[in-house]
């Protein structure tokens, strides 16, 4: 690497230093609202998503629940590494696409490829 910086280096600094290209003031007043209704409905999603995916792999409609002696602790730690998964990725997924559409809502240009360093751009090759 030559003593620079990788690609995900630079995003992590960009972002400690605040300039990763978050929303602007009236972007995160604007997708407060917005989040809060998406994350309602993505945990009711994960949760049927989970449900799902518990039947299928154990038979039972319902999951263990962590404080229960009719299961293992195998099956309840199982069970919430990959209800932890589920509500992950979905919490994630809904954080990216609603900061996608309030960015185009607004009219917000999207953050650059690569954060800014010293004022310019950075470039794969140069990371």
Known sequence: MHGSMSAAASRRAARRRGDGGELGTLGKI???????????????????????????????DRAPQPLSGDYSTREVLLAATIQGAVFGLVKTAIDRYGMKGVRRLLDEPPPPAHAPRHGRVVHPVEA
Request: net charge positive; glycine share 22%.
């Open 30 to 60: 604007a997708y407060k609202p917005i989040g809060l209704t998406l994350g309602m409905l993505g945990g009711l999603v994960a949760g049927k998503i989970f449900g799902i995916i518990w039947k299928r792999i154990s038979g039972e």
